[in-house]
């Protein structure tokens, strides 16, 4: 029934069959690679665009602070400069006052 030549194709659809499945095995274990590499490189990416996006707000934060500091620091001179001009608005009134007094004792 089953003779020398019968073994031998059998062995050799076995093998071939065998060859096959190693085959699919290694192309599934392939596109598996790929698939976590795809998946790795999308998370860089994802993670690129977001520090990306912090650099740029802190950026802009910065420009923002430098801004407010040059803002403060004018309008701390300008009320400096307020004050010192009101004492010397104050410090005319009290010379005017006074000079008024001692008019009005002179004559």
Do not use: W
Request: glycine share 6%; net charge positive.
């Amino acid at each position: 029934m089953y003779g020398a030549g019968n073994l031998q194709v059998i062995q050799d659809l076995v093998s071939k069959e065998e060859a096959r499945q190693r085959d699919i095995e290694a192309a599934k274990a392939d596109y598996q690679n790929r698939l976590s590499q795809y998946g790795l490189l999308g998370g860089l990416c994802v993670i690129v665009i977001i520090a990306l996006f912090l650099y740029r707000n802190a950026r802009q934060q910065r420009k923002a602070n430098t801004l407010l500091a040059t803002e403060k620091q004018k309008v701390e001179t300008t009320l400096h400069d307020l004050k010192q001009t009101q004492s010397q608005l104050i410090q005319s009134e009290k010379m005017a006052s006074l000079g008024e007094l001692t008019a009005g004792i002179a004559p």
